[in-house]
């Protein structure tokens, strides 16, 4: 069996994710040029690791669970990069 | 104690190595799904990066107000699962059904206004394919922002009706007594599915309704 | 281990094969082994409809004028051949088959982690393949086997929805066998069984089914974005509203590149077992033919792009796919140089299981040195679209895999059926089958080299000598395929009966029955020795 976090860190995880969640909506209104869409990704992937940690026991887990819970993120990865390496660089001369 | 040999399947030697097995399992699964809907983050990428104008234009036609509270009920929903994992571990039959009974609700109430929003669009001409109509001159690629909307939205909404459906199975066999400990192992499997749609709504509420807000 | 001892042959134990009767107990049967021989025989059945398509094919290219059929019915000709053979044959082949078969009896388990999920990939499957066989019956399409956009997501008149439709179940099919079998090898192995110890077919089984789950998801993505702009007409890939053709290609070939290695590491991983047992040698390098199925997993994913050197992709983009490219062919070539070497100064025999193995070296050295021509962002501009192209995929392809997964057939034939087969008949179809191929396909290489494009049904004449001959060998090769169809048919009936070992083989799967028990094993064996021992072994008692 493996161990699983208290109800009292489930409960202090909700309450910040639903800070991040205000957060974000507030920040968005604010002008920050560019920044504005690295902070809402910033968010949103701090909000992903405190369920995935937390509710989705990642911490308490075996190296391999870890393994392909990165696996698909890392491949996303290679997707987006390579794509995007030619969707910026297509008018280049 | 013996364990109770009906818990396990015939191809285990053991409980753990089955638990072990199945959450495995679903984290492959998992894996997939990132790269399901990947596919469509990134397609939603290169536009986004191509009409930045016009999808900013067509983003400010959702409701933002809409879009938290959805959020917070599905991430409020993620808290009712992990507590009802936590209850399976423990034995509680009341208890674990009921905190099945919250997420069940939550997510419905989730898809629910999912409905009520996708209903407005449609009335308002915002459903591409079906007589679109966009103000301004970029209604090509406001098009292209709601087909998106539209298919990441949808096939999120999909992954929540399949997900209610399986903890509705689950709510039964909790008060029949069949999810007791050690066979409380689908509980942990639908809860990991359950907070992956979780997941996948972070990254879309953001996307979708977040683009440019300070612009008027 | 090491004493050989055939069984009494009177009276027959019971067996998967026995163990129950009746229709119901094999459409519904959770038992790894009998879900292998749905497979086969389902696999079995859509090759030879993909192989008329092919003849059909062939048929037409021994004229240069078009004859026999209009342009459009060859272009549906083409498409279905590419669609069939790619998607309900070469991916599924090994995996589903041989490794359904294989990977719980060479890991000493009794089944797969999940059987019924096992069942469950069959039936998408089959689900899959009624949709595609209900397009093709319809009408057919015409868009190739790429489904490139905007035509077949806005031009083509033909079945695409049904089509797409059935390439998607069928992709999670494909995403359930590989999640199986990945939980499998993690978690089921055999106490003492290493993941060293293991055979490397698991290793390549291991590494087919990563791409299987991390890639399939995205073509199921594209292929239901051309689906909802067929049905809806909102252009996420037409470019008159906005929508950017190339997106598609890129989502495509994200799964479309990986997949040819999803088709030709299980191939490997049939050469690997086969080369050892045949040169009674331990292979050589055992880590680095292991390491190299997986960075061949890896390193795939980052190459598709080659695909798109002429479609409008950036430039920059292109020299970078290219670059990543010629990593690939590193470690395919440890593989080639580890069988090779574990070759020299064996004892070698050339039974036909050995036969298709040394002739998977030889095609397949071919078409993946022809491959490092393709990625050379310079030189796939002269090549591009032409038969050069077709010669080469289908040398990995035909040359490749099939001849491996023929290798692997009769290489284990005695353990799924407890039969042996006539090996003269086996290795006069090996020979026909090597002969046939390479008259098919190497005036490919020269025709697509002197410029005659793919994809069309007419031709300018000086090119006709060249088609002759590959017509002709399509012809040997067709003979060839139908030889062990029959002998091997003849053999559940007439062949001998096996030894649980005939080729006095290492690995768990020779040392259950032949054919083995619903369970495998009686007792979960403990394994205490390394992989491919043949040294330590006592000369075989002839």
Not at chain 2, 117 to 124: F, I, L, S, T
Not at chain 3, 97 to 109: T, Y
Not at chain 3, 384 to 402: E, K, L, N, S
Not at chain 3, 477 to 489: A, E, H, I, S, T
């Amino acid at each position: 069996m493996t161990h699983a976090a208290s109800p009292r860190t489930y409960v202090i995880v909700l309450l910040a994710l639903l800070a991040l969640t205000v957060v974000t909506t507030v920040v968005a209104h604010i002008d920050l040029g560019p920044g504005n869409s690295a902070v809402a990704m910033l968010i949103a992937v701090v909000k992903m690791l405190l369920v995935m940690l937390f509710f989705m026991h990642i911490r308490y887990e075996a190296r391999l669970t870890r393994l392909f819970a990165g696996a698909g993120l890392l491949w996303l990865l290679f997707m987006i990069g390579l794509v995007m390496a030619d969707v910026l660089s297509r008018n280049w001369r | 104690m013996p364990e109770p040999t009906h818990a396990l399947a015939e191809q285990f030697d053991d409980l753990e190595q089955q638990r072990q097995a199945s959450t495995i399992g679903m984290w492959v699964f998992l894996a997939t799904e990132v790269i399901f809907f990947g596919a469509l983050i990134t397609g939603y990428t290169e536009y986004r990066a191509s009409y930045y104008q016009a999808w900013a234009a067509a983003s400010k036609h959702l409701s933002v107000v809409f879009g938290a509270i959805m959020t917070i009920l599905l991430l409020s929903s993620s808290f009712t699962m992990a507590m009802a994992v936590h209850f399976a571990r423990l034995g509680g039959r009341k208890r674990l059904a009921l905190c099945l009974l919250l997420t069940i609700l939550l997510g419905a109430v989730f898809v629910g206004m999912k409905f009520m929003e996708w209903h407005d669009h449609y009335q308002r001409h915002e459903v591409p394919g079906m007589g679109f109509e966009f103000p301004g001159p970029n209604a090509r690629e406001a098009q292209l922002f709601f087909s998106f909307y539209f298919a990441m939205t949808g096939f999120h909404a999909l992954h929540m009706i399949v997900g209610i459906g399986i903890l509705a199975v689950l709510t039964g066999l909790a008060l029949l007594g069949r999810l007791a400990p050690p066979r409380h192992v689908p509980v942990d499997i639908a809860g990991l599915y359950w907070h992956f749609v979780d997941i996948v709504w972070i990254f879309l509420f953001p996307l979708l309704y977040l683009v440019d807000l300070h612009h008027k | 281990m090491s004493s050989k001892t055939v069984e009494p042959v009177s009276e027959t134990p019971v067996n998967y094969l026995n163990a129950s009767f009746g229709l119901r107990s094999w459409l519904l049967t959770i038992d790894h082994k009998r879900i292998a021989l749905l497979y086969l025989v389902t696999i079995t059945l859509f090759f030879f409809v993909g192989g008329v398509f092919a003849l059909l094919i062939r048929l037409e290219l021994l004229t240069p004028r078009g004859d026999l059929f209009t342009a459009e019915t060859y272009n549906k000709l083409f498409t279905m051949h590419g669609l069939i053979m790619i998607f309900f044959f070469l991916i599924p082949a090994v995996p589903a088959v041989l490794g359904n078969f294989l990977v719980p009896l060479m890991i000493g388990a009794r089944d797969l982690a999940f059987p019924r999920i096992n069942l469950l990939s069959y039936y998408i499957y089959a689900v899959g393949g009624t949709f595609t066989m209900y397009s093709v019956v319809a009408g057919g399409v015409d868009t190739g086997w790429t489904f490139y956009t905007p035509y077949s997501s806005t031009y083509s008149n033909t079945h695409v929805t049904a089509m797409v439709i059935g390439i998607f179940i069928t992709g999670f099919s494909s995403i359930l066998t590989g999640l199986n079998f990945i939980v499998t090898i993690h978690k089921m192995r055999a106490p003492g069984l290493t993941w060293f110890r293991l055979p490397l077919f698991l290793w390549s089984i291991y590494a087919t089914s990563i791409i299987m789950i991390l890639g399939t998801p995205s073509v199921a993505m594209a292929l239901a974005l051309v689906a909802m702009e067929r049905l809806l007409h909102i252009g996420i890939f037409d470019p008159r509203l906005g929508g950017d053709p190339l997106l598609f290609q890129h989502l495509f070939w994200f799964y479309s590149h990986p997949a040819v290695y999803i088709m030709i590491l299980p191939g490997m991983g049939i050469v690997s077992e086969i080369v050892p047992c045949f040169s009674r040698k331990r292979i050589f390098g055992y880590s680095f033919v292991a390491f190299s199925s997986l960075a061949i997993a890896v390193l795939g994913f980052l190459v598709w792009g080659h695909h798109m050197f002429v479609a409008g992709q950036s430039i920059y983009a292109g020299i970078i796919f290219s670059a990543l490219s010629f990593l690939v062919a590193i470690p395919s070539a440890v593989k080639v140089f580890n069988w090779t070497a574990t070759l020299y100064k064996g004892s070698v025999s050339f039974a036909t299981p050995m036969l298709y193995a040394l002739g998977f070296i030889g095609l397949f050295t071919i078409g993946g040195l022809t491959g490092l021509v393709l990625a050379t962002l310079g030189l796939d501009i002269h090549v591009h679209d032409t038969y050069f192209v077709i010669a080469h995929f289908h040398y990995i392809m035909v040359g490749g895999m099939v001849m491996a997964y023929l290798g692997g057939i009769h290489f284990w034939w005695p353990k799924i059926t407890g039969r042996l087969y006539p090996d003269s008949w086996g290795r006069l179809a090996a020979a026909i089958i090597f002969i046939g191929f390479n008259l098919t396909f190497f005036p490919q290489f020269i025709v697509g080299y002197l410029g005659m494009p793919r994809r069309y049904h007419v031709y300018p004449p000086e090119f006709q000598v060249l088609n002759v001959f590959s017509t002709a060998g399509a012809s040997i090769l067709g003979v060839g395929y139908l030889l062990p169809l029959l002998y091997l048919f003849w053999s559940l009936k007439y062949g001998a009966k096996s030894p649980a070992n005939p080729w006095d083989a290492t690995g768990l799967e020779w040392m259950a029955p032949s054919p083995p028990p619903t369970q495998n094993f009686p007792v979960t064996p403990l394994v205490a020795w390394e992989a491919y021992e043949y040294e330590k072994r006592e000369v075989p008692v002839a």
